[in-house]
């Protein structure tokens, strides 16, 4: 099973930046891989912020997230990110890093991400 592992997270000042990492805990990402970064803000939904395809690096955004939020992969590093510009106190929350593989989606733990206004 893949476990995905989210490291990154921590205070930040608004108007700061912050990359997030996800790797696969005892493992590697492959293939077709569909990694995802999600966030879910205090008394709020998850949301899906981008997700990228692990072998051609295919990316999509929210329409909401694009702009401020850029999602990668570095192939030899095993690793996904996600780089966020511009945080203010409203993009407070706890992120997290999904993979699915085949038909199976897995989620990490997260990583909280404050924002001091």
């Known amino acids: 099973q893949v476990q995905p592992v989210e490291s990154g997270g921590g205070l930040v000042q608004a108007g700061g930046s912050l990359t997030l990492s996800c790797s696969v805990s005892?493992?590697?990402?492959?293939?077709?891989?569909?990694v995802a970064w999600y966030r879910q803000a205090p008394g709020k939904e998850r949301e899906v912020i981008a997700t990228?395809?692990?072998?051609?690096?295919?990316?999509h955004y929210t329409d909401s997230m694009r702009g401020r939020f850029t999602i990668y992969r570095n192939y030899h590093e095993n690793r996904a990110f996600l780089h966020m510009n511009g945080l203010q106190f409203e993009d407070t929350a706890i992120y997290y890093c999904?993979?699915?593989?085949?038909?199976?989606?897995?989620w990490g733990q997260g990583t909280r991400v404050p924002v001091s206004s």
């Open positions: 999904s993979v699915q593989r085949e038909s199976v989606v897995s």
């Open positions: 005892g493992g590697t990402f492959v293939g077709d891989d569909m």
């Open positions: 990228i395809t692990w072998d051609d690096g295919s990316r």
